[in-house]
């Protein structure tokens, strides 16, 4: 079991705004920066979002990130067919000194 | 261009020790904040974080799988190695080394491939 908590899947169709929540507790997501990593089916995972809401160079302006207290949300605005993936959150754990990860969310573009 | 590409066994038996070596390029794991990770991938499951060794040879292990791992580096190689011991086929899974940062060190970028590590007699 993760301890950071997504919802196992999201749907949306073309053009919506989809938000990807991961819930965690004060010792991980509460001080400590979030990232966010998109993986296709066969492929290694890819950093989509850094320090709670930063994109890396070459990622889409329709990819957001935010943080309020425990909780992360990840954005995608103008949902395109290609989004379609696994999404998942991270973060380190002062309790554990270990990296955690979420369950990951599978977002399907209807 | 970092690049960093996993390699080892496709398959163990049960009870063996797995030994998965990093080869990478593009950085050097003496600089200053420079780390490499390991993180692996059951079939059709979520990321579990593995290991770590910094640039000052400070390492950090899973909490559940620490007296298995061992993580260990060859600078003169460019090279990080991760052991398993006493391996099982709940251990089956895609394994992926990832470059770090040491001032976020759940912000990996970038990944290799992975290599898929099947526990079967």
């Known amino acids: 079991q993760s301890v950071l908590t997504q919802p196992p899947s999201a749907s949306g169709t073309p053009g919506q705004r989809v938000t990807i929540s991961c819930s965690g507790s004060r010792s991980n997501i509460g001080g400590n920066n979030v990232n966010w990593y998109q993986q296709f089916p066969g492929t290694s995972p890819k950093l989509l979002i850094y320090s709670d809401k930063y994109r890396p160079s070459g990622v889409s302006e329709r990819f957001s990130g935010s943080k309020s207290a425990t909780s992360a949300s990840l954005v995608i605005s103008g949902l395109q067919s290609e989004d379609e993936s696994d999404y998942y959150c991270a973060a380190w754990d002062d309790n554990l000194e270990n990296v955690i990860f979420g369950g990951g969310t599978k977002l399907t573009v209807l | 261009q970092v690049t960093l590409r996993e390699s080892g066994p496709a398959l163990v038996k049960p009870t063996q020790t797995l030994t998965l070596t990093c080869t990478f390029s593009g950085f050097s794991l003496t600089t200053f904040g420079i780390c490499v990770t390991w993180i692996r991938q059951p079939p059709g499951r979520a990321l579990e974080w593995l290991a770590r060794i910094d640039w000052d040879d400070d390492k950090y292990y899973s909490t559940s799988l620490k007296t298995r791992l061992t993580i260990s580096k060859d600078t003169s190689k460019n090279q990080v190695v991760l052991t398993m011991t006493n391996m099982d086929p709940a251990d089956t899974a895609t394994y992926y080394c990832?470059?770090?940062?040491?001032?976020?060190?759940?912000?990996?970028?970038?990944w290799g491939q992975g290599t898929l590590v099947t526990v079967s007699s």
């Open positions: 990832a470059r770090i940062m040491h001032v976020d060190p759940s912000k990996f970028d970038p």
